[in-house]
């Protein structure tokens, strides 16, 4: 059985955007043009549309239209390697998330928003804390872009007797970031925990990512402990699902000697 027109649509629009008919960052056709051009009723289209977004293919900016996304390969978190010093601070990136977009010829950026006060109930017991205390932890809330995308929101908390007063309350916190802050403060972080989850987004994060409500997204709790196994920073990030891929590479028990040799 044929799969049904607007399937079918989309497939060739898809291969349209492959071909560079359509290149990254330019509009789609108005949906008149295309029922006008034959290539189905408005409904068609209209469902073909919102398949080619569903896929990550092009994200619709009001006003504008439906737009071919800047962005169709994935970008890719190597949840082994971003936080080594050499990837986090590679040609001065700003951290691991700046590296991971200028390796895609894109320009990092990222709007931050800093505060002092307490955390959710979750995050008060990685750190030990009462979370009815006032100001017990720095937080920074970051939209973060690759060029005009916004492809990512974080939000990092850090225990305020290590934060408060430091460079982590600056807008730029330098080559390598946090990290690399938190390393020069003697708090460098030795072992990290991350545990990702699935979900939908709410509402006010859809319209930040400028995803359909009906995607799903990856929540990725971050918990990096120092050297005394303290955390010393907690930072949640959540990325749509069709945009990033995630992975992470980790030894395993090397071969057993033999404790019989000849």
């Given amino acids: 059985m044929a799969p049904p027109r607007w399937k079918q649509l989309a497939d060739e629009l898809a291969d349209e955007i492959a071909e560079g008919v359509y290149p990254p960052g330019t509009k789609l056709p108005k949906i008149a043009d295309l029922v006008a051009a034959g290539r189905g009723s408005r409904t068609t ?34 949840g082994t390697g971003r936080y080594l010093r050499v990837a986090r601070e590679r040609s001065g990136a700003r951290g691991a998330f700046a590296s991971e977009i200028e390796r895609l010829g894109m320009a990092p950026i990222s709007r931050t928003t800093i505060s002092r006060g307490s955390p959710p109930a979750r995050i008060a017991e990685l750190f030990d804390i009462d979370p009815a205390t006032s100001e017990t932890v ?37 080559p390598g970031g946090s990290k690399s802050r938190l390393e020069e403060l003697g708090n460098g972080q030795r ?54 891929t ?17």
């Fill in 246 to 262: 995630l992975s992470y590479t980790w030894p395993i028990d090397p071969p057993e000697e033999d404790s019989n040799p000849a």
């Fill in 45 to 78: 289209v209209q469902r073909a549309y919102g398949d080619l977004t569903e896929r990550g293919l092009t994200i619709g900016i009001q006003r504008l239209g439906t737009i071919v996304s800047p962005i169709l390969g994935k970008i890719h978190r190597d």
């Fill in 138 to 174: 720095l937080i920074r809330a970051r939209v973060m872009l690759a060029n005009e995308i916004v492809v990512q929101l974080a939000t990092s908390y850090f225990p305020g007797d290590v934060a408060f007063d430091t460079a982590l309350e600056q807008q730029d916190t330098g």
């Fill in 191 to 244: 072992t990290i925990t991350e545990t990702i989850n699935v979900r939908s987004p709410g509402p006010e994060e859809a319209d930040s990512l400028a995803i359909p409500a009906e995607r799903q997204v990856y929540e990725i709790t971050h918990v990096a402990r120092s050297a005394e196994g303290r955390a010393v920073e907690v930072c949640v990030h959540v990325v749509s699902t069709t945009l990033w």
